[in-house]
């Protein structure tokens, strides 16, 4: 018995004082007790926060085990904060932007700026942002410069730097090319490329003429520098000498043209041979009928008053008639007159394409759709025109068999 009874006290003890199982978690706090319990009856524990949480203030940091429970403790710790960084005025903070211990915030500068330090702060336990947050400074261009220029530059801060602008002014009788002023760009460039050249008068139009040729005596076309206009082929000069000046102003002293000279040619067909024929000059095309039509030449082109008459009892072909075996244009002494008509459907088929293709390359030059639309109604007009003729005829013919013949029979 005797041996039993200290037993049952020290039970009654120990369950009137029980140990607590496991210290109380608090968020963002720690505590001077053991790692792991149990803690006995009475032990206190005192909580404090981490080094990252902030204590709220009020409640109490000390806990106490009572009969197997934590009495007396209410901490709270909350994560500690940076506060949001203002961004200088010549950045700007990208995504979300960071506040607590351990967040980041990432800055970004406007165009035109370069950074001076890490785009990525973070929040530090100490409450203080690591590193500093970056600052953004203007970008500087290149020192501009062209020769023969002098370089003004308009600038309230940083030399060359981004928005700074320069005047240009050139010297020595030279001229700009290119704007008078440029800026210093965001991505570090000016805004032009201006240049100082000796004056020059540039290519004169007659060199852009066909049958005229330029000759540059001084090899160049800066200011008073000559060149000479040449007529080539039958052509007829236009103007007072053909010896041109380039001129203080960089403009060509006065005007020389050549009017072409055009190709022998009776029926419209072709471009092919010398341009013998004078411009102003006309030739003169016989008919089957022993009559003669005349071709005048105009700066390159044939104009037709009249050709043979249409109505000539000769001019039904026979329906087996081979266009391709045409005798040499040229050579017909007497012209047969069986082809005469036919020949004169090439002839107009042949200058409606002519004209439009001089039409067209003339005007696509210059940019004309609408002239080109009634260029191609003026061809469609031609091939009606034939077709007209054909079924008065009651010819059968292939238009484009009959475009070849000249061809053919001048090879
Ligand atoms: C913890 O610290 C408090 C106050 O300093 C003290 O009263 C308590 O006994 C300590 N607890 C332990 C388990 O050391
Ligand atoms: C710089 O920017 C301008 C205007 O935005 C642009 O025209 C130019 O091509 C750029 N230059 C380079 C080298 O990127
Ligand atoms: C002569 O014709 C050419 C080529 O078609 C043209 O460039 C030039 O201006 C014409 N000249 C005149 C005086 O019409
Ligand atoms: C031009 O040359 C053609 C043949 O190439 C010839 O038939 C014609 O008579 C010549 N015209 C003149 C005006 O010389
Ligand atoms: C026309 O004549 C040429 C040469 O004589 C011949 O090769 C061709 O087949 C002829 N064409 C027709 C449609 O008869």
Redesign the pocket.
């Known amino acids: 018995m005797l041996l039993i009874l200290p037993f049952y006290v020290l039970q009654f003890v120990y369950m009137v004082t029980s140990d607590c199982d496991t210290a109380p978690a608090v968020a963002g706090a720690f505590h001077n007790g053991s790692v792991t319990g149990p803690y006995s009856e009475g032990v206190v524990l005192r909580y404090l926060c981490s080094l990252a949480y902030d204590r709220v203030l009020g409640g109490s940091n000390y806990y106490s085990c009572s009969s197997g429970v934590w009495t007396g403790g209410n901490l709270i710790c909350t994560l500690g904060s940076c506060g949001t960084v203002e961004p200088e005025p010549n950045s700007y903070i990208v995504g979300q932007a960071g506040h607590y211990v351990g967040e980041t915030t990432t800055f970004r500068c406007y165009g035109g700026y370069d950074m001076n330090g890490d785009d990525l702060i973070t929040c530090m336990a100490d409450r203080r942002w690591s590193p500093e947050p970056p600052t953004c400074v203007k970008v500087r261009c290149p020192e501009f410069s062209t020769p023969d220029a002098q370089i003004f530059q308009d600038f309230s801060g940083v030399r060359n730097e981004f928005g700074s602008k320069n005047k240009i002014t050139c010297t020595g009788g030279t001229v700009l090319q290119g704007p008078q002023y440029i800026t210093c760009l965001a991505n570090k460039t000016w805004s032009g490329s201006p240049s100082c050249t000796v004056p020059n008068c540039g290519n004169p139009p007659a060199s852009y003429e066909p049958c005229t040729e330029v000759f540059y005596t001084d090899g160049n076309t800066n200011i008073g520098s000559q060149v000479e206009v040449i007529c080539l082929e039958n052509a007829v000069p236009s103007g007072t000498s053909p010896y041109l000046i380039c001129s203080a102003t960089g403009r060509w002293s006065h005007e020389y043209h050549c009017l072409c000279g055009c190709r022998h040619d009776c029926d419209g067909s072709v471009n092919i041979g010398p341009r013998n024929v004078t411009h102003g000059s006309e030739i003169d095309c016989p008919c089957p009928d022993g009559s003669h039509f005349k071709r005048k030449c105009l700066n390159g082109t044939l104009e037709t008053k009249t050709f043979c008459s249409s109505t000539h009892p000769t001019t039904k072909l026979p329906v ?1 008639h ?4 045409l005798p040499d244009t040229y050579n017909r002494t007497p012209i047969m007159p069986t082809i005469d008509y036919e020949l004169l459907l090439i002839a107009i088929i042949t200058t409606c394409l002519l004209v439009c293709t001089i039409v067209i390359t003339a005007l696509s030059f210059f940019c004309c759709p609408s002239c080109k639309t009634r260029c191609t109604e003026l061809h469609a007009r031609c091939k009606l025109c034939v077709q007209d003729e054909k079924s008065k005829d009651n010819i059968p013919r292939d238009i484009e ?1 009959m475009t070849e013949v000249p061809l053919v029979a001048k090879a």
Do not use: M, R
Request: charged share 0%.
């Open positions: 087996t081979n266009i391709t075996t068999n």
